[in-house]
């Protein structure tokens, strides 16, 4: 089992940046896939961006690919999402997800994702 605590979270203009933090406790880190998910008041959970466990493939949404980054430091048992030339629409609580990669894992699909942090809040102003 692992637990996941989010920090990072905040208030910024757009076009600003921000990097979220997600600190993993528990056995074994580095075997999960890590993923990242937003949701805003009214609208459905959605993907973010998700990690392999070696750090090696990352998967995006559409919607942040080229402006958001996805990594992983398992010597620290931290994932990272930095967030750059931010929009108004990125507004949303953002979730960190883990899940033990097995063929075939589907990273787009939160169902694969049973451990989940608490959230922090990203709100970006116009």
């Known amino acids: 089992q692992v637990q996941l605590v989010e920090s990072g979270g905040g208030l910024v203009q757009a076009g600003g940046s921000l990097r979220l933090s997600c600190a993993a406790s528990?056995?074994?880190?580095?075997?999960?896939?890590m993923g990242w998910f937003r949701q805003a008041p009214g609208t459905v959970r959605e993907f973010v961006a998700a990690?392999?466990?070696?750090?090696?493939?990352?998967y995006y949404a559409d919607s942040v690919k080229g402006r958001f980054t996805i990594s992983r430091d398992n010597a620290k048992n931290t994932v990272y999402l930095q967030m750059n030339s931010l929009k108004p629409e990125d507004t949303a609580l953002y979730y960190c997800?883990?899940?033990?990669?097995?063929?075939?894992?589907?990273?787009?699909?939160?169902?694969?994702?049973?451990?989940w942090g608490q959230g922090t809040q990203v709100t970006v102003s116009s």
């Open positions: 997800a883990a899940g033990r990669p097995m063929s075939p894992f589907n990273y787009y699909d939160l169902s694969q994702y049973p451990y």
């Open positions: 528990g056995r074994s880190f580095s075997s999960y896939a």
């Open positions: 990690i392999s466990w070696s750090g090696g493939p990352t």
